[in-house]
Every structure is written in C-alpha cells, then in structure tokens.
C-alpha cells in the first residue's frame, strides 16, 4: 500500500509540473499581436486614448506621416471629451511572419452616432507592421485606405 501512495504522490507531482509547465508557456508572436490589435480596438471605442497609446511605438508613422502616436491618442481623446462614441467593429486579422516584425492586415469598419468625423466612418483595409521593443510587441507604422 506505501508503494501505491508514493506512486500516486509521484503522479500527481508529475501532473502539477506539466500543468505549471503548460500555464507559464509564453503565447505566441502572432497571439500577442492579435491581442494588441484587439487591445487597440477595444480601447478606440471606449474612447480610451492612454489604452490606445500602449501598444503602439514612440515613433509610429500612420499613412506615410499623416498621423503620429501623439494625434491618434489625442484624437480618440478629443473624441471621448466630446462624448462622441466611435463604433469598432474588426475583421479578420492576417498575420505575416517577415523575419524580426509581423505585418498584420485587417479590415474594420468605423461608426459614429457624432458628427465630429463623418466623412472619416466606413470601412477600411489596414496594414501594420509591428515590432518588439523591450519584449513588447508594438505597432511602429500602419496605412490604411478606404474599402468600397
């Protein structure tokens, strides 16, 4: 009867490591992209510019110049002080692997029941490029154009 016991202890101190094992594994690159992707998007509808910002790099270029990390936050900010609520809704996310970075393409359709932006609510297909910066993922550069 020891034996079985000890066998037993054994057992399940082996199950406890796996499991322990199996709960520190990191997830994936692509999984943390997504993530933030989805952290961003969440963030852009609760008219969260602090959330917004996070994963997005110190020196993020958004469509060859047209808008930084400082006027995107400062936009949903302007949004939020406003009361204007921004409709997110996310596509399917594509991920592509090209050495150090992940390219992420998307589409997402953006809805306002303001009149703040209205020419600036549709559908759009986006482009990032995301990179790791102090074991972050972070989005440094993006495009995106109208979808018809």
């Given at each position: 009867?020891?034996m079985?016991?000890?066998m037993?202890?054994r057992?399940?101190?082996?199950?406890?490591?796996?499991?322990?094992?199996?709960?520190?594994?990191?997830?994936?690159?692509?999984?943390w992209?997504?993530?933030?992707?989805?952290?961003?998007?969440?963030?852009?509808?609760?008219?969260?510019?602090?959330?917004?910002?996070?994963?997005?790099?110190?020196?993020?270029?958004?469509?060859?110049?047209?808008l930084?990390?400082?006027?995107?936050?400062?936009?949903?900010?302007?949004?939020?002080?406003?009361?204007?609520?921004?409709?997110?809704?996310?596509?399917p996310?594509?991920?592509?692997?090209?050495?150090?970075?992940?390219?992420?393409?998307?589409?997402?359709?953006?809805?306002?029941?303001?009149?703040?932006?209205?020419?600036?609510?549709?559908?759009?297909?986006?482009?990032?490029?995301?990179?790791?910066?102090e074991?972050?993922?972070?989005?440094?550069?993006?495009s995106?154009?109208?979808?018809?």
């Open positions: 009867m020891m079985t016991k000890n037993l202890c057992w399940l101190a082996c199950v406890v490591f796996a499991l322990t094992l199996v709960a520190c594994r990191h997830d994936s690159d692509e999984a992209v997504r993530a933030a992707i989805a952290a961003v998007a969440q963030a852009a509808e609760a008219g969260s510019a602090g959330d917004l910002g996070e994963p997005i790099s110190e020196d993020f270029e958004g469509n060859d110049g047209a930084d990390r400082r006027s995107l936050t400062s936009m949903v900010r302007l949004l939020a002080l406003r009361g204007e609520h921004v409709g997110v809704t996310m596509g996310v594509s991920i592509e692997r090209r050495g150090e970075r992940m390219v992420a393409t998307f589409t997402v359709t953006l809805t306002s029941g303001g009149k703040l932006l209205p020419d600036q609510m549709g559908l759009y297909q986006v482009e990032s490029a995301w990179r790791q910066e074991g972050e993922w972070r989005c440094y550069t993006a995106w154009k109208h979808a018809l």
